[in-house]
Structures are given as C-alpha cells and as structure tokens.
C-alpha cells in the first residue's frame, strides 16, 4: 500500500527519524493556519507547499513551491489544490491534488547549500534478503545515477538472523563521507530508519533526498513509504491511511467482490483463476496477436456471483473487444463456472463482445456441453491453442 509523503513521514517520525516540521492541509487557508503554526514551532518566515500525490518527480511538474511569505502560502496552495499533476511517473492525464504539505524549508537564507544524499531500504528478492542502497548523489533519478555512474551506487545486505549491525551503520556513514557530527547523526538516522521499516511492515522506504543541513542534522526531506499489502491485518492504523482517490476507481470496486484486478491498455479482457495462469493467458493473448485489457484473477472459488462481478468489471473497459475466460477446474467444478458464465451473461444483458471461454479439469466436458448449448454468444475452446485462435478470429 502506497503512502503519501506527510502520511510516510509520520510513521518515520515515530521511530526517532529526523523530519522537518510538517503540516498536512486540504484548503488555501487551512494551508496559511500551518505555516502559522510550524512558524511558532521553528521561528522560520520560509516554507515549502507540496503537492501530495502517490508520485514522484512532483517538483519538475510545478507541485512543489517555495513560499517566502504567508501570502505566497496561500498563493501556491491555491494553485496546486485541485491541480491536475503531472509528473514523470504518472500517466498523461496526471493526478488530482486534494492536499498539500506544508514544511519548515530546510534551505534558510544565509545557510550554505547542504549535501543531499539518498538512501533506501527494500527486499532483493533475489537473495531474499533486506538490503540498503544509498549514494552521494541524492535528489537526482537514481536509476540515471546507477546506469551512468554505478561507482557512486552502494549497498549493504542485512543477515535476518542477526538484523542491521552497528558497524553496518557506522560503514553507511563512512562511504557518504561524513564525519564528527554528522558521521554519529547518519549512523543514528539509519538505525531509526531501519527500525521504522521493519516494524512497519514496510517493502520499500526510499529517502531522496536526504540533507546533511548546515548545522550537521541528517533530515529525510522527502519519503517514500510502501507497506507489505500482505502484513496490513497487522497494522489496523496504517490501513486507515489508505487513499482511495489515489487508486483506480475500477480496481478499488474489483478488490471490494475479492477480485484480484489491474487494468492494463489492450483490447482483450481475461477472467482466470490463479496469477500463474493469468500471466500465461496474457501471454496466449499477446502471440495471437491481441494486446490484454487487463490481469483479473477470480480466486479458486469461482462462483456464479463473483464470475458475473468480473465480468462486469472487465465490461467498464470501452476498449475491450473480446473476452477470453480462462478456468482451471481443480477444486471449483468446470460445470458450476460454465453455469455462472451464463447466468452472468443473462443478467448482465447486453454484451456485444464476443466471450472465448476455456474451461479444463473437473466436469470439463460438462461445462463444454453447457456453453455450446446456451445459445449466447459464447465460444468455447478444450485447449489453449483453441482458444489462441478463437481470440485471433474475433480481435482481428
């Protein structure tokens, strides 16, 4: 689960992790009200207005503004509340803003510019192993950092057995050569940033960038925070963080019947049951010369109420052309989904598309029968190469 920045900040402040002082606002005023009273708290007369959305790069598509006055506050704010945002990593359309954050600006007047570092903690699958990577060139791209100088790209693997080690921490501060002040404060900053992940739940936390101020304070300037979907039961006061506003209308409705739904740009829906055959249906659909609309999983118990919820979900989709159902039958019986595809086709009414259904395993040839005989304009298919070129025929 993705975390705004405000919302991710304040989880790391928890755990000791160095943050500027931040408020979140909705309205121009509600925005003029924090600089107020971060200015009471930190004495500054310079603040930084911050689009919140679930992106990066928000700076280079005008969210991210330096106001030196309160009536510059409430200027930027007005501006970029209710903006659509567009940024490197959203799509064309951008993103609605419905919140700022207000700071204390790291930069003050006078201050010579600090360093910016950046640094991150994941899991590399590969090792299955946390890792920490960081570099001296914060506040850039830093897949750009590691494809043109991967020299300046560090990390330090984490042993689960015995966790993060203080001479890791002490290493971390060594290569961004700090020292006195801030070699102590980096070594305290990332103990209390590995901490937050780990008893958080978190996949990622990604600071970028991270400043080394004038006065030698580590600060995370920025963060990023993902949260292991899987470990949220755990975490009832981080699921109510969740924004729905940030998330596809179409995918939130599909999670709410139990489906496991992610849109996608092609023009032929699929319904399967289990991610393994999913990909390997988006793969089928891809060499028979169609693009899929979209990864929808209906679980192993694909019942006749949760096979027509898909199928109107994949139906909102005006660029759908087709529909390949794909089910293995191993616990669910191929006759009862065979049953539900066409109770769904009937109540549903009106599909104009042409439905492909490939139903294998238990009752198979039952459910073929079933299909076959409805009448409805449904297709069936016994193999995937059946079903490949029912789905070249009806998309080409």
Sequence with gaps: MNLHEYQGK??????????????VADTPDAAVDAAHVIQSKTGTS???????????????GGGVKIAKSLEEVKEFASKILGMQLITPQTSTKGKKVYRVLIEDNIYYPGDSIPAEFYIS???NRSINRNMIVYSTQGGMNIEEVADKTPHLIFKEVI????????????KIAFNLGLKDKAYKEMVSFV??????????????????PLFKAADDKIIAADAKVVIDNNAIFRHQDISLMRDFNEEDPTEVEAGGYGLNYVKLDGNVGCMVNGAGLAM???DIIKLSGGEPANFLDVGGSANAKRVEE?????LKDPNV??????????IVRCDRVANGIVDAYKNIGSIKVPIIVRLQGTNSLEAKKIIDESGLKVYSAINLEDAAALVKQVVS
């Design 310 to 314: 898909a199928f109107r979900i994949i």
């Design 46 to 60: 310079i603040w930084a207005v911050k689009a919140q959305i679930h992106a990066g790069g928000r700076g280079k």
């Design 280 to 282: 390997a249906t988006m």
């Design 159 to 170: 042993d689960p057995a015995i966790g993060l080690q203080a001479f890791q921490c002490r």
């Design 121 to 123: 903690i994941l899991l």
């Design 321 to 330: 052309k087709a529909i390949l159902v794909n089910i293995f039958g191993g």
């Design 10 to 23: 304040a989880i790391l402040k928890q755990y000791g992790v160095q943050v500027p002082e931040g408020i």
């Design 191 to 208: 103990s209390s940033l590995y901490k937050a992940y780990i008893e958080s739940d978190a996949s990622l936390v990604e600071i970028n």
